[in-house]
């Protein structure tokens, strides 16, 4: 499992693996204010880059994020 939460009340995203795949992060990056969490992984031996983002709801915070 792999997260980056906000506070709380709010934001939040998350990252949950299968037990069993064949998985290894090799960088992970997360928001401080849990808006999003960027992965670098190796899944059954091919690169992959996984990203979740949970974007603001008002458009004022979307053009500010």
């Known amino acids: ?11 939040g995203v998350l990252v949950l693996i299968k037990n ?4 290894e992060a090799k960088k992970v990056i997360a928001d401080e204010n849990g808006r999003f ?7 059954q031996k091919q690169q992959f880059t996984l990203i ?8 004022k915070e979307q053009t500010i994020f």
């Open 52 to 59: 979740n983002i949970y974007a603001p709801n008002e458009k």
């Open 20 to 23: 069993d795949l064949d998985f």
């Open 37 to 43: 969490i960027i992965m670098e992984a190796e899944i």
């Open 1 to 11: 499992m792999f997260f980056a939460h906000g506070s709380n009340k709010s934001k």
